[in-house]
């Protein structure tokens, strides 16, 4: 007997409903025909045992225990699952074949791998135990599958991966929560206070921009624009570039603060002659963005919709589960295996069906074109966000299910379009002795940008005919004062982009060499959960499309040391445990240094200023340390 063991009943009900009908329906299972049986974990079934289940003592919260680091690690039954586990330990011991099925990322690899040995498989049963990888839950696509399965072992990799990253987030989560809460009641501070490898440094970014912007004290500058005529009367605008004379009087982004320079250069430039002194006209070409991951398209929605990215994760479930509308939403992955560009001419029916694009954009589409995004290199586990080729009947989807979709389904369209060709020209001229510049750009062909809802042609400046070498008459010059502005506040998409970005916000020149490839806090099946548990802890509060830290926020981070709250330390985390799923990096290579800083923040918190707490609004000590690993509720 092969048993499946799919991640949640909806992928199992997929799988079985390819598999030789009749099908018997148990508690828990369904059987086919052959056989062979499906069965189903309802997310992780197993969870990291509390500190207590090693030592009773650890029940209560001292600071003379910590750090806990548990010398063999165990993991206990989730008591509200508990029966669908007897039902999978059951079939384990009585498959002859396994075949993991959760999903196609790090997470689904490993809550079906630690049942399998949670339950007890022999060593034989375990290296004989197949991978399924389903990205798609229309027959055809699980049939495909199906045809595909790979051996279990070489996935080991990234189970392993996995597993670091939940261990590192119960040691880190655990423990520094304990120790400065513990420290907060010597302070009279009551009231849990949580820390969490990846929560604390997104909660850190937040607050620090919330006091830049606070603390922000505006102050004007002054740029310089020249009015040039040729001698046929045509008239174009060039500006100002201050010489290296010029930087006493500037700030650090090159802006002029005197009022009395600028004034000094409309006075020298105003009736007098000006030098073409170079001119360069280049065609560009821009190529269509590849289709979406999970956090590019957060981003995206957040910006065109103002949907949370929380929300976004919800409805792509909804598309990917109940409507088979999209392929697997929790990807990090933007581009194509190459057999799927065969599938192009029923996808692309399907998001006609389904109002996914305009029906006229979709029938200019060429289906000839192959965009970069097909690259069987680039996939790993798992590919793209892409429409399937599902027929969805009428009005199936509701009012943000069709937004997504239509977005999903504009950038799959796109890769079959031709590129945005256009011109970009750049001009500098001499004026007594001053440089001024400016850069136009012509479209030439609009290529994908149809998609984008752009229906003419636009230019930033229109040039007249110029040669390098040419004399103009700058008929005059104009002052333009401006005033300096704060950064602005974060929101759902600037936020979700700070996490996959965030070599951007290190400040170390080496850790952000090592970030380059393998940038980002969090992954895209939790960055949604973590910021959302920003929100229900009170350190998060949304003001409109603004996201702000509240005073209690603000006061935690303040407290808490430096490493702690900036992403430098567990960004490097997240490139190690990418490092591990890519055989680069060892579990025991990741795990020991860990540990050993583990012990020195525990010092710290233990040696920290108490009056530092004294912001901290109290709130009942909660003594249990709840930990939900798919949700990541302490990261």
């Given at each position: 007997m092969k048993l499946y063991i799919a991640e949640k009943p909806s992928l199992g009900r997929a799988i079985a409903d390819v598999l030789p009908k009749p099908?018997?329906?148990?508690?828990?299972?369904?059987?086919?025909?052959?056989?062979?049986?499906?069965?189903?974990?309802?997310?992780?079934?197993?969870?990291?045992?509390?500190?207590?289940?090693?030592?009773?003592?650890?029940?209560?919260?001292?600071?003379?225990h910590l750090p806990i680091v548990p010398q063999k690690w165990q993991l206990i039954v989730k008591p509200k699952t508990r029966k669908q586990f007897t039902v999978l330990k059951k079939l384990i011991k009585q498959a002859?074949?396994?075949?993991?099925?959760?999903?196609?990322?790090?997470?689904?690899?490993?809550?079906?791998?630690?049942?399998?040995?949670?339950?007890?498989?022999?060593?034989?049963?375990?290296?004989?135990?197949?991978?399924?990888?389903?990205?798609?839950?229309?027959?055809?696509?699980?049939?495909?599958?199906?045809?595909?399965?790979?051996?279990?072992?070489?996935?080991?990799?990234?189970?392993?991966?996995?597993?670091?990253?939940?261990?590192?987030?119960?040691?880190?989560?655990?423990?520094?929560?304990?120790?400065?809460?513990?420290?907060?009641?010597?302070?009279?501070?009551?009231?849990?206070?949580?820390?969490?490898?990846?929560?604390?440094?997104?909660?850190?970014?937040?607050?620090?921009?919330?006091?830049e912007i606070a603390h922000f004290v505006s102050k004007p500058f002054y740029e310089v624009l020249a009015h040039l005529l040729t001698d046929k009367q045509e008239a174009?605008?060039?500006?100002?570039?201050?010489?290296?004379?010029?930087?006493?009087?500037?700030?650090?982004?090159?802006?002029?603060?005197?009022?009395?320079?600028?004034?000094?250069?409309?006075?020298?430039?105003?009736?007098?002659?000006?030098?073409?002194?170079?001119?360069?006209?280049?065609?560009?070409?821009?190529?269509p963005p590849l289709p979406y991951n999970l956090s590019a398209l957060q981003i995206d929605a957040a910006k065109a919709f103002g949907m949370s990215a929380q929300t976004v994760l919800d409805?792509?479930?909804?598309?990917?589960?109940?409507?088979?509308?999209i392929t697997y939403p929790r990807s990090d992955n933007r581009f194509l295996p190459n057999e799927h560009w065969l599938e192009a001419k029923q996808v692309l029916a399907a998001i006609a069906q389904n109002k996914g694009q305009d029906n006229k954009l979709v029938i200019e589409a060429n289906l000839a074109l192959r965009s970069k995004c097909w690259n069987d290199a680039?996939?790993?586990?798992?590919?793209a966000i892409i429409p399937t080729a599902k027929k969805l009947p009428i009005n199936s989807l509701d009012k943000d299910e069709l937004k997504i979709y239509q977005l999903i389904s504009r950038h799959y369209l796109a890769q079959f379009y031709p590129a945005y060709v256009f011109n970009e020209t750049k001009v500098e001229v001499e004026i007594s002795?001053?440089?001024?510049?400016?850069?136009?750009?012509?479209?030439?062909?609009?290529?994908?940008?149809?998609?984008?809802?752009?229906?003419?042609?636009?230019?930033?400046?229109?040039?007249?005919?110029?040669?390098?070498?040419?004399?103009?008459?700058?008929?005059?010059?104009e002052l333009v004062e401006k005033m300096t502005q704060p950064p602005a506040h974060f929101n759902d998409a600037t936020l979700l982009s700070a996490m996959t970005g965030i070599s951007r916000y290190v400040s170390d020149i080496e850790i952000k060499k090592i970030l380059k490839d393998t940038d980002g806090l969090g992954t895209e099946a939790t960055r949604a959960g973590i910021i959302?548990?920003?929100?229900?802890?009170?350190?998060?509060?949304?003001?409109?499309?603004?996201?702000?830290?509240?005073?209690?926020?603000?006061?935690?981070?303040?407290?808490?040391?430096?490493?702690?709250?900036?992403?430098?330390?567990?960004?490097?985390?997240?490139?190690?445990?990418?490092d591990i799923a890519h055989k680069k990096q060892s579990y025991q290579h990741f795990m020991q240094p860990l540990i050993t800083q583990l012990h020195e923040l525990i010092d710290l918190a233990k040696s920290c200023d108490h009056s530092l707490f004294s912001n901290l609004p109290a709130q009942p000590v909660k003594k249990r340390f709840n930990r939900k690993r798919k949700s990541t509720a302490k990261k």
């Amino acid at each position: 007997m092969k048993l499946y063991i799919a991640e949640k009943p909806s992928l199992g009900r997929a799988i079985a409903d390819v598999l030789p009908k009749p099908h018997q329906k148990g508690d828990g299972f369904i059987k086919a025909a052959n056989g062979d049986v499906v069965s189903w974990c309802i997310g992780h079934l197993l969870e990291q045992a509390e500190p207590d289940h090693y030592n009773p003592l650890f029940k209560k919260w001292d600071a003379h225990h910590l750090p806990i680091v548990p010398q063999k690690w165990q993991l206990i039954v989730k008591p509200k699952t508990r029966k669908q586990f007897t039902v999978l330990k059951k079939l384990i011991k009585q498959a002859d074949i396994l075949v993991n099925a959760g999903d196609p990322d790090r997470e689904g690899q490993l809550l079906v791998d630690e049942v399998i040995e949670f339950a007890g498989a022999s060593e034989s049963k375990k290296s004989q135990t197949q991978r399924l990888l389903i990205s798609d839950l229309n027959p055809s696509a699980v049939l495909k599958a199906l045809q595909k399965l790979a051996s279990n072992h070489d996935f080991i990799p990234l189970s392993v991966s996995a597993l670091a990253r939940s261990r590192a987030d119960w040691l880190f989560g655990m423990n520094l929560t304990r120790a400065y809460t513990l420290a907060g009641q010597k302070a009279g501070c009551h009231r849990v206070l949580s820390v969490g490898r990846v929560q604390t440094p997104i909660l850190g970014l937040v607050v620090r921009r919330d006091l830049e912007i606070a603390h922000f004290v505006s102050k004007p500058f002054y740029e310089v624009l020249a009015h040039l005529l040729t001698d046929k009367q045509e008239a174009f605008s060039v500006k100002w570039q201050p010489s290296e004379a010029c930087l006493p009087y500037q700030d650090e982004d090159g802006r002029v603060l005197v009022k009395a320079l600028a004034e000094n250069v409309v006075k020298r430039i105003t009736g007098k002659p000006a030098l073409v002194t170079k001119l360069q006209q280049q065609q560009k070409r821009q190529h269509p963005p590849l289709p979406y991951n999970l956090s590019a398209l957060q981003i995206d929605a957040a910006k065109a919709f103002g949907m949370s990215a929380q929300t976004v994760l919800d409805v792509c479930q909804n598309l990917y589960e109940k409507h088979k509308a999209i392929t697997y939403p929790r990807s990090d992955n933007r581009f194509l295996p190459n057999e799927h560009w065969l599938e192009a001419k029923q996808v692309l029916a399907a998001i006609a069906q389904n109002k996914g694009q305009d029906n006229k954009l979709v029938i200019e589409a060429n289906l000839a074109l192959r965009s970069k995004c097909w690259n069987d290199a680039k996939v790993e586990a798992h590919h793209a966000i892409i429409p399937t080729a599902k027929k969805l009947p009428i009005n199936s989807l509701d009012k943000d299910e069709l937004k997504i979709y239509q977005l999903i389904s504009r950038h799959y369209l796109a890769q079959f379009y031709p590129a945005y060709v256009f011109n970009e020209t750049k001009v500098e001229v001499e004026i007594s002795g001053g440089k001024f510049n400016t850069t136009a750009k012509q479209e030439l062909e609009l290529g994908f940008k149809v998609l984008m809802g752009k229906d003419e042609l636009q230019a930033e400046q229109i040039l007249p005919p110029l040669i390098e070498g040419q004399q103009l008459l700058c008929k005059n010059g104009e002052l333009v004062e401006k005033m300096t502005q704060p950064p602005a506040h974060f929101n759902d998409a600037t936020l979700l982009s700070a996490m996959t970005g965030i070599s951007r916000y290190v400040s170390d020149i080496e850790i952000k060499k090592i970030l380059k490839d393998t940038d980002g806090l969090g992954t895209e099946a939790t960055r949604a959960g973590i910021i959302e548990l920003l929100f229900r802890r009170g350190f998060l509060v949304r003001e409109g499309k603004k996201i702000k830290s509240t005073e209690t926020g603000k006061a935690l981070i303040k407290m808490l040391p430096d490493i702690i709250t900036r992403p430098d330390l567990t960004a490097l985390w997240e490139a190690s445990l990418a490092d591990i799923a890519h055989k680069k990096q060892s579990y025991q290579h990741f795990m020991q240094p860990l540990i050993t800083q583990l012990h020195e923040l525990i010092d710290l918190a233990k040696s920290c200023d108490h009056s530092l707490f004294s912001n901290l609004p109290a709130q009942p000590v909660k003594k249990r340390f709840n930990r939900k690993r798919k949700s990541t509720a302490k990261k």
